[in-house]
């Protein structure tokens, strides 16, 4: 059974930092391209950051120079750190695991930037 859990949301001032991680459990994690997706209230699911297998980054102009995706595959997790925190960065983050054939979702964790 595949599962992708994360964690690391919060409530963080505009400016402050966060890092959320994703754990991967029943994938050959290694393998997979690995993302973040964020969806604020009243808003499509965007996507936000992404690391292949090889270890390539890409990132949404929204976020570019702010957030930093990276993985450790001997601990199967995909982390995003997140630095000078927007108001416009308060969304329900979400992991995603794609291996050109079928991908995952986790159930997302909720960041609010506000003071």
């Known amino acids: 059974q595949v599962q992708l859990v994360e964690s690391g949301g919060g409530l963080v001032q505009p400016g402050g930092s966060l890092r959320l991680s994703c754990a991967a459990s029943g994938i050959i994690f290694s393998i997979y391209r690995m993302s973040w997706y964020r969806q604020a209230p009243g808003k499509q699911r965007e996507l936000a950051a992404t690391?292949?297998?090889?270890?390539?980054?890409n990132y949404s102009e929204s976020v570019k120079g702010r957030f930093t995706i990276s993985r450790d595959n001997a601990k199967n997790t995909v982390f995003l750190q997140m630095n000078s925190l927007k108001p416009e960065d308060t969304a329900a983050y979400y992991c995603?695991?794609?291996?050109?054939?079928?991908?995952?979702w986790g159930q997302g964790t909720q960041v609010t930037v506000s003071s």
């Open positions: 690391i292949t297998s090889a270890g390539r980054t």
């Open positions: 995603n695991a794609y291996d050109a054939i079928k991908g995952y």
